[in-house]
């Protein structure tokens, strides 16, 4: 409950975006139409990960620049995908699709996947929409915790697609990524630290 309730604490007031350069772990993401997959099958491909919620208002208007993008780039391979911690919401997909205009595979994942994908303590709160983008190696390359464009997160459709393919643009032109030293979490006090 504690988890469900993070998410919908729904406000641009936090915002948090870093450079990762982890390994992504291991999701099982149960897919709208029940099959699972894991988030290791798109292994060789770059991956934009949405962790979202059907009910998150900026959750509904990121939903244009995650089409527009998935048209954009889907022909150099670039996969799309949105996750939601609450697996009842997987019954309100259909109607997101049809209001939101999103054709992009969608699931859910466990209610805790979303803290130990990231490797944040269950205390810390969690704000949706949360974007990983993920290189063809599997490396997390950046996070952005609630949000895209910090600084301007009323901006609308356009300006958050620009955002979205500059980040997508950057997997693109990646260098093979050295993942940092695995002996720190992602996101431990002491990694948040030394980003400030």
């Not at 936090?14 to 709208?32: G, H, S, T, W, Y």
């Not at 990121?62 to 022909?75: D, H, Q, T, V």
């Amino acid at each position: 409950m504690r988890l469900f309730c993070a998410f919908l604490f729904l406000t641009a007031g936090f915002l948090f975006a870093e450079d990762v350069n982890q390994p992504a772990p291991e999701l099982e993401i149960k897919m709208e139409n029940g099959q699972t997959v894991k988030l290791s099958q798109y292994k060789g491909k770059p991956v934009v990960l949405e962790f979202f919620s059907t009910v998150c208002p900026h959750c509904q208007k990121s939903a244009e620049g995650l089409e527009k993008a998935m048209r954009a780039y889907a022909a150099k391979g670039v996969q799309v995908i949105a996750v939601t911690t609450d697996e009842n919401q997987r019954k309100d997909f259909p109607e997101f699709r049809k209001k939101y205009g999103a054709t992009y595979p969608m699931g859910s994942i466990g209610s805790q996947e979303a803290y130990r994908f990231f490797g944040l303590s269950v205390m810390r709160p969690f704000y949706v929409p949360t974007f990983a983008f993920i290189d063809k190696a599997g490396v997390i390359r950046e996070r952005f915790i609630g949000g895209l464009m910090p600084n301007n997160p009323s901006a609308g459709p356009a300006a958050e697609y620009a955002e979205l393919s500059k980040h997508i643009d950057g997997l693109l032109k990646a260098a093979p990524a050295k993942p940092a030293a695995a002996a720190r979490p992602v996101g431990t006090p002491a990694a948040v630290a030394a980003k400030h």
